[in-house]
């Protein structure tokens, strides 16, 4: 299984993320984001998500 990250979280690789539930499940209507270098992720769309590398 893939990391889950919480939103907010610096210095994650740079690539594609989607958001997943607290436990990595899949979410409707998922946010997605692209991150460069040194980035900081995003907020999720919901308290308790967090964020998979595609």
């Keep these: ?28 209507k998922p946010h997605n984001a692209t991150l460069d270098p040194g980035d900081r992720l995003p907020p999720t769309s919901k308290e308790g998500n967090k964020w998979k590398k595609k």
């Design 1 to 28: 299984m893939a990391k889950l990250i919480p939103p907010g979280t610096d210095n994650q690789p740079a690539g594609k993320y989607i958001e997943v539930g607290p436990q990595g499940g899949v979410v409707k």
